[in-house]
C-alpha cells in the first residue's frame, strides 16, 4: 500500500479549509483541545490556533513562568489577554539590621525597587507578546494599600505605552482609584469593559471617552462586593461615586453596541439599568446592540423605560436575561420591535420557552418582527412536561404548533 493510500482525505482539502476548521474547534476558551492529540499532523497544523483563544492568568508570575516555557513562534499567535494583578511580595524587605546600610532608610529604597523590578518583568513580559489586540486587568477586589493602587496606575500605563493599537480593554475588580486619562491613548480602542467607577468625574469621564472616536462597544459591569448600590457609592473605604452617568452616555453618540451586567445576592436598585441612562441613549442612531443581564427581575419603571427606548431606537440585536423573565412581559412593554433580527432572552422552564416561540410566530404572522433571524432561548435543563402541557391545551395539535413555530421562527 502506498504512502498516498494512507493519507486521511481530510488532508486533502485546501490548507485554508483546513484551517478554518481548526479555527472554529479551538476558538472557543470552552472547546477541549483533545484534536491536537488526534495525530502528529493535526498538532503541526493545528497548534497556533489554541492560542488564538483567551488566555487567563491568576497572577503575573504564572504569566512570566508561561511565557518562558512556550516558543516565540506560538506567542505571535496570542491576540486576547486576562492578567490578575497580585500585590508584590515584600518580605525581601525583612533582612537583619547588620545587613543594611544605617546611613539611608532600606525599607523605604527596597520596596521601591520590588514593585520596579516587577514592572521591569512585565514591561520586557509585554515586549515578547506582539500580536495583542485585547487585555483585559483584573485587580484586587478587597481593600488595598496604597503601594498597590500605585502600582495598577503604573501597571495601565505600561500596558497602554506596550499595546497602544489595542483594541479592547477590559478593566475588572477595584480599580477605582485610578482615573481614566490612560485610554486617551488607545484612539484604536473600539471596545471597552468596566464598572462604571473611577477616580475621574464624569465630566472628565465624558471627555475622555467622546475622545475615542473608534470606540464602538461599551459594556458595564457591576460588581456587588465593592459597591453598595443604595447610595451609589464604592465601598466604605474610598466613598467613590459613580463615573458613569446618563450625561457620560448622551455624549457618546458613536456607540454601536450597550452592555450592562448587574449581578447583586439581594434585590436592590440597579446602577445603570435606569430611566436616565436609556433615555441619554435615545438619539444615538448608530446604536444598534442592546444586552442586559439582571440578577433581579427589573420594576415596572424600568421595564416602561427600556419600552420607550426600543420604540425609539433602530437595535436589531437584543439580549434580556434576568430570573422569571414571564413571556407576557415581552408582549406587554412591546419589547419586540420591527428592527430586530437577533434576540436572546432567558426563559425559565420550557412552558416559557414554547410562549415566547408562540409569540413571536403570531407576531410574524401577523406580518410583524419580518427581520427577525434568529432566536436564542437560555433555560435551565428540564423535562419536555412544561411544554407538552402547554402544547396540550392548545386548540390545535402539538404537532400543528411545533410546524408553525419552524416556520415563523427562524
Not at 100 to 109: E, F, G
Not at 295 to 315: G, Q, V
Not at 340 to 362: G, H, K, M, P, Q
Not at 366 to 378: D, H, T
Request: one cysteine or more.
Amino acid at each position: 500500500m502506498t504512502d498516498q493510500e494512507h493519507i486521511s482525505p481530510f488532508f486533502g482539502l485546501p490548507l485554508e479549509l483546513r484551517e478554518q476548521v481548526y479555527r472554529d474547534v479551538l476558538a472557543s476558551p470552552s472547546s477541549a483541545p483533545a484534536i491536537l492529540s488526534t495525530c502528529r499532523e493535526f498538532n503541526t497544523e493545528a497548534l497556533k490556533f489554541l492560542y488564538q483563544r483567551p488566555l487567563h492568568f491568576r497572577s503575573q508570575c504564572r504569566l512570566l513562568k508561561w511565557l518562558h516555557s512556550t516558543p516565540h513562534h506560538l506567542l505571535t499567535q496570542v491576540t486576547d489577554i486576562s492578567l490578575r494583578i497580585q500585590d508584590v511580595d515584600l518580605k525581601s524587605i525583612l533582612v537583619s539590621e547588620d545587613t543594611v546600610d544605617s546611613a539611608r532608610d532600606p525599607n523605604q529604597l527596597q520596596t521601591w525597587q520590588l514593585y520596579q523590578a516587577e514592572l521591569d518583568e512585565l514591561r520586557q513580559a509585554f515586549c515578547k507578546l506582539p500580536s495583542i489586540k485585547a487585555f483585559g486587568i483584573r485587580a484586587s477586589p478587597n481593600q488595598q494599600s496604597f503601594l498597590y493602587r500605585d502600582f495598577i496606575t503604573a501597571v495601565l500605563d505600561l500596558l497602554v505605552a506596550s499595546f497602544s493599537d489595542l483594541l479592547e480593554m477590559r478593566l475588572e475588580g477595584d480599580l477605582h482609584h485610578q482615573d481614566m486619562t490612560f485610554l486617551s491613548r488607545l484612539q484604536s480602542l473600539s471596545s471597552f469593559t468596566f464598572d462604571g467607577f473611577s477616580a475621574s468625574t464624569p465630566t472628565e469621564t465624558a471627555s475622555i471617552l467622546a475622545s475615542l472616536t473608534s470606540l464602538r462597544s461599551l459594556s458595564l459591569t457591576s460588581q456587588y462586593a465593592i459597591l453598595t448600590p443604595i447610595t451609589r457609592r464604592h465601598s466604605a473605604f474610598t466613598a467613590k461615586r459613580q463615573s458613569f452617568t446618563g450625561e457620560v452616555a448622551r455624549t457618546m453618540s458613536r456607540l454601536a453596541s450597550f452592555s450592562v451586567t448587574e449581578m447583586f445576592p439581594t434585590a436592590t436598585p440597579t446602577l445603570f439599568f435606569t430611566s436616565e441612562i436609556l433615555t441619554s441613549l435615545h438619539d444615538h442612531s448608530t446604536l444598534n446592540s442592546l444586552s442586559v443581564r439582571l440578577s433581579h427581575t427589573p420594576d415596572t419603571e424600568a421595564l416602561k423605560a427600556l419600552e420607550n427606548f426600543l420604540e425609539r431606537s433602530r437595535i436589531k440585536r437584543l439580549e434580556l436575561d434576568w430570573p422569571d423573565l414571564h413571556p407576557f412581559v415581552l408582549e406587554e412593554f412591546k419589547l419586540l420591535t420591527d428592527n430586530l433580527n437577533y434576540l436572546r432572552v432567558r426563559a425559565r422552564t420550557e412552558a416559557y420557552a414554547f410562549d415566547i416561540l408562540w409569540s413571536i410566530a403570531e407576531t410574524r404572522g401577523a406580518g410583524e418582527l419580518q427581520g427577525l433571524r434568529k432566536v436564542v432561548l437560555i433555560r435551565p435543563f428540564l423535562t419536555h412536561e412544561g411544554v407538552a402541557s402547554k402544547v396540550c391545551d392548545r386548540k390545535d395539535s402539538g404537532t400543528q404548533a411545533f410546524d408553525r413555530l419552524l416556520h415563523q421562527v427562524g
